[in-house]
T-cell receptor, first 109, second 112 residues
Protein backbone atom coordinates (compact mmCIF):
# COMPACT_ATOMS: atom_id res chain seq x y z
CA UNK A 1 0.00 0.00 0.00
CA UNK A 2 1.35 3.39 -0.98
CA UNK A 3 1.17 6.13 1.65
CA UNK A 4 1.80 9.86 1.43
CA UNK A 5 2.68 11.78 4.56
CA UNK A 6 1.90 15.46 4.33
CA UNK A 7 3.20 18.07 6.79
CA UNK A 8 2.37 20.22 8.52
CA UNK A 9 -1.29 19.30 8.98
CA UNK A 10 -2.20 22.87 10.00
CA UNK A 11 -0.42 26.15 9.27
CA UNK A 12 -1.50 29.63 10.34
CA UNK A 13 0.67 32.54 9.19
CA UNK A 14 0.55 36.29 8.63
CA UNK A 15 0.17 37.90 5.24
CA UNK A 16 3.56 38.37 3.58
CA UNK A 17 5.27 35.38 5.20
CA UNK A 18 6.77 32.49 3.25
CA UNK A 19 5.89 28.85 3.86
CA UNK A 20 6.70 25.34 2.69
CA UNK A 21 4.48 22.26 2.71
CA UNK A 22 6.00 18.80 2.43
CA UNK A 23 4.76 15.53 0.95
CA UNK A 24 6.80 12.37 1.64
CA UNK A 25 6.52 8.69 0.81
CA UNK A 26 8.59 5.52 0.85
CA UNK A 27 7.07 4.65 -2.53
CA UNK A 28 8.07 5.86 -5.99
CA UNK A 29 5.38 7.63 -7.99
CA UNK A 30 5.20 8.25 -11.72
CA UNK A 31 3.75 11.71 -11.07
CA UNK A 32 2.88 14.07 -8.25
CA UNK A 33 -0.12 16.36 -8.27
CA UNK A 34 -0.88 19.33 -6.00
CA UNK A 35 -4.48 20.45 -5.49
CA UNK A 36 -6.10 23.31 -3.59
CA UNK A 37 -9.55 22.85 -2.08
CA UNK A 38 -12.00 25.42 -0.72
CA UNK A 39 -14.57 24.39 1.93
CA UNK A 40 -17.46 22.45 0.37
CA UNK A 41 -15.87 22.44 -3.10
CA UNK A 42 -13.90 19.95 -5.15
CA UNK A 43 -10.08 19.91 -5.33
CA UNK A 44 -8.69 22.15 -8.07
CA UNK A 45 -5.48 21.11 -9.81
CA UNK A 46 -2.52 23.44 -9.29
CA UNK A 47 0.27 21.47 -10.95
CA UNK A 48 1.48 18.06 -12.11
CA UNK A 49 5.18 17.13 -11.94
CA UNK A 50 6.48 13.99 -13.58
CA UNK A 51 10.29 14.15 -13.73
CA UNK A 52 12.60 13.60 -10.75
CA UNK A 53 14.09 16.93 -9.72
CA UNK A 54 11.52 18.89 -11.68
CA UNK A 55 10.67 22.41 -10.46
CA UNK A 56 7.57 24.27 -11.61
CA UNK A 57 6.54 27.81 -10.74
CA UNK A 58 3.02 29.21 -10.73
CA UNK A 59 3.23 32.90 -9.81
CA UNK A 60 4.20 32.90 -6.08
CA UNK A 61 3.97 29.07 -5.79
CA UNK A 62 7.00 26.84 -6.44
CA UNK A 63 6.60 23.06 -6.70
CA UNK A 64 9.44 20.56 -6.61
CA UNK A 65 9.47 16.80 -7.25
CA UNK A 66 12.23 14.91 -5.44
CA UNK A 67 15.05 13.34 -7.43
CA UNK A 68 13.87 9.84 -6.47
CA UNK A 69 10.21 10.70 -7.18
CA UNK A 70 9.20 9.84 -3.61
CA UNK A 71 8.65 13.32 -2.22
CA UNK A 72 7.56 16.81 -3.16
CA UNK A 73 7.34 20.30 -1.71
CA UNK A 74 5.18 23.35 -2.25
CA UNK A 75 6.69 26.74 -1.38
CA UNK A 76 4.56 29.90 -1.25
CA UNK A 77 6.30 33.27 -1.28
CA UNK A 78 4.68 36.30 0.34
CA UNK A 79 1.45 34.52 1.24
CA UNK A 80 -1.84 36.37 0.81
CA UNK A 81 -5.25 35.80 2.43
CA UNK A 82 -6.47 34.45 -0.91
CA UNK A 83 -4.03 31.54 -0.51
CA UNK A 84 -6.09 30.23 2.41
CA UNK A 85 -7.35 26.70 1.77
CA UNK A 86 -6.62 22.98 2.02
CA UNK A 87 -3.59 21.90 0.00
CA UNK A 88 -3.51 18.26 -1.07
CA UNK A 89 -0.68 16.31 -2.63
CA UNK A 90 -1.44 13.16 -4.63
CA UNK A 91 1.00 10.58 -5.97
CA UNK A 92 0.11 8.98 -9.27
CA UNK A 93 0.70 5.42 -10.39
CA UNK A 94 -1.12 3.31 -13.00
CA UNK A 95 -3.73 6.06 -13.51
CA UNK A 96 -4.71 6.07 -9.83
CA UNK A 97 -3.93 8.70 -7.19
CA UNK A 98 -2.91 8.25 -3.57
CA UNK A 99 -3.70 11.35 -1.51
CA UNK A 100 -2.03 12.87 1.49
CA UNK A 101 -4.32 14.04 4.30
CA UNK A 102 -3.78 17.68 3.41
CA UNK A 103 -2.38 20.88 4.89
CA UNK A 104 -4.94 23.43 6.06
CA UNK A 105 -3.39 26.85 5.45
CA UNK A 106 -4.77 30.04 6.98
CA UNK A 107 -3.24 33.35 5.96
CA UNK A 108 -4.24 36.16 8.29
CA UNK A 109 -4.42 39.77 7.03
CA UNK B 1 -20.34 25.39 -17.82
CA UNK B 2 -18.54 22.98 -15.49
CA UNK B 3 -16.73 20.06 -17.15
CA UNK B 4 -17.59 17.63 -14.32
CA UNK B 5 -20.99 17.93 -12.66
CA UNK B 6 -22.43 16.07 -9.69
CA UNK B 7 -26.03 15.76 -8.56
CA UNK B 8 -27.35 16.32 -6.02
CA UNK B 9 -24.99 18.80 -4.31
CA UNK B 10 -26.52 18.12 -0.92
CA UNK B 11 -28.58 15.20 0.34
CA UNK B 12 -29.97 14.26 3.73
CA UNK B 13 -31.35 10.75 4.09
CA UNK B 14 -32.21 8.18 6.72
CA UNK B 15 -30.52 4.94 7.72
CA UNK B 16 -31.51 2.06 5.45
CA UNK B 17 -32.51 4.16 2.43
CA UNK B 18 -31.04 3.55 -1.05
CA UNK B 19 -29.24 6.57 -2.46
CA UNK B 20 -27.78 7.29 -5.89
CA UNK B 21 -25.23 9.99 -6.60
CA UNK B 22 -24.66 10.94 -10.23
CA UNK B 23 -21.66 12.25 -12.11
CA UNK B 24 -21.55 13.58 -15.66
CA UNK B 25 -18.62 14.95 -17.64
CA UNK B 26 -18.18 16.83 -20.89
CA UNK B 27 -14.39 16.46 -20.99
CA UNK B 28 -14.49 13.35 -23.18
CA UNK B 29 -12.35 11.46 -20.64
CA UNK B 30 -12.48 7.67 -20.55
CA UNK B 31 -11.46 7.19 -16.92
CA UNK B 32 -13.80 8.07 -14.03
CA UNK B 33 -13.46 7.75 -10.25
CA UNK B 34 -15.51 8.04 -7.05
CA UNK B 35 -13.94 9.22 -3.77
CA UNK B 36 -15.18 10.02 -0.30
CA UNK B 37 -13.60 12.66 1.93
CA UNK B 38 -13.81 12.66 5.70
CA UNK B 39 -12.24 15.33 7.92
CA UNK B 40 -8.61 14.45 8.66
CA UNK B 41 -8.61 11.38 6.41
CA UNK B 42 -8.02 12.83 2.98
CA UNK B 43 -9.65 11.38 -0.13
CA UNK B 44 -10.24 7.65 -0.30
CA UNK B 45 -10.98 5.81 -3.55
CA UNK B 46 -14.30 3.93 -3.63
CA UNK B 47 -14.54 2.69 -7.24
CA UNK B 48 -12.93 3.49 -10.56
CA UNK B 49 -13.67 2.78 -14.21
CA UNK B 50 -11.16 2.94 -17.05
CA UNK B 51 -13.86 2.58 -19.71
CA UNK B 52 -17.53 1.64 -19.96
CA UNK B 53 -16.87 -2.08 -19.62
CA UNK B 54 -14.16 -1.85 -16.96
CA UNK B 55 -15.12 -1.24 -13.31
CA UNK B 56 -12.85 -1.83 -10.34
CA UNK B 57 -13.11 -1.68 -6.57
CA UNK B 58 -11.06 0.89 -4.72
CA UNK B 59 -9.81 0.79 -1.15
CA UNK B 60 -13.21 1.31 0.54
CA UNK B 61 -15.88 -0.26 -1.74
CA UNK B 62 -17.89 -2.13 0.93
CA UNK B 63 -21.45 -0.79 1.12
CA UNK B 64 -21.21 0.92 -2.29
CA UNK B 65 -21.91 -0.04 -5.91
CA UNK B 66 -21.44 1.79 -9.20
CA UNK B 67 -22.80 1.89 -12.73
CA UNK B 68 -21.06 3.28 -15.82
CA UNK B 69 -24.05 4.05 -18.03
CA UNK B 70 -22.01 5.73 -20.77
CA UNK B 71 -18.53 7.18 -21.23
CA UNK B 72 -19.79 10.45 -19.76
CA UNK B 73 -21.83 9.10 -16.82
CA UNK B 74 -20.75 7.26 -13.68
CA UNK B 75 -23.18 6.72 -10.78
CA UNK B 76 -22.50 5.72 -7.19
CA UNK B 77 -25.14 3.91 -5.13
CA UNK B 78 -25.46 3.28 -1.43
CA UNK B 79 -27.74 0.23 -1.22
CA UNK B 80 -28.65 0.73 2.43
CA UNK B 81 -27.21 3.93 3.83
CA UNK B 82 -25.70 4.00 7.31
CA UNK B 83 -24.59 7.00 9.42
CA UNK B 84 -20.85 6.38 8.97
CA UNK B 85 -21.34 6.96 5.23
CA UNK B 86 -21.93 10.62 6.04
CA UNK B 87 -19.18 12.37 4.07
CA UNK B 88 -18.30 14.49 1.06
CA UNK B 89 -18.34 12.48 -2.17
CA UNK B 90 -16.34 13.48 -5.24
CA UNK B 91 -16.29 12.29 -8.81
CA UNK B 92 -13.15 12.72 -10.90
CA UNK B 93 -12.09 12.12 -14.50
CA UNK B 94 -8.84 11.46 -16.31
CA UNK B 95 -7.56 10.61 -19.78
CA UNK B 96 -4.44 9.98 -21.79
CA UNK B 97 -0.96 9.13 -20.58
CA UNK B 98 -1.29 11.03 -17.31
CA UNK B 99 -2.40 10.29 -13.76
CA UNK B 100 -3.87 13.78 -13.38
CA UNK B 101 -7.54 13.83 -12.38
CA UNK B 102 -10.12 16.59 -12.55
CA UNK B 103 -12.74 16.79 -9.84
CA UNK B 104 -16.41 17.66 -9.68
CA UNK B 105 -17.85 20.04 -7.08
CA UNK B 106 -18.88 17.24 -4.71
CA UNK B 107 -22.00 15.96 -2.97
CA UNK B 108 -22.43 16.45 0.75
CA UNK B 109 -24.31 13.39 2.04
CA UNK B 110 -25.75 13.17 5.54
CA UNK B 111 -27.22 9.88 6.78
CA UNK B 112 -29.34 10.25 9.91
Amino acid sequence: TQLLEQSPQFLSIQEGENLTVYCNSSSVFSSLQWYRQEPGEGPVLLVTVVTGGEVKKLKRLTFQFGDARKDSSLHITAAQPGDTGLYLCAGGSNYKLTFGKGTLLTVNP
Amino acid sequence: DADVTQTPRNRITKTGKRIMLECSQTKGHDRMYWYRQDPGLGLQLIYYSFDVKDINKGEISDGYSVSRQAQAKFSLSLESAIPNQTALYFCATSAGATDTQYFGPGTRLTVL
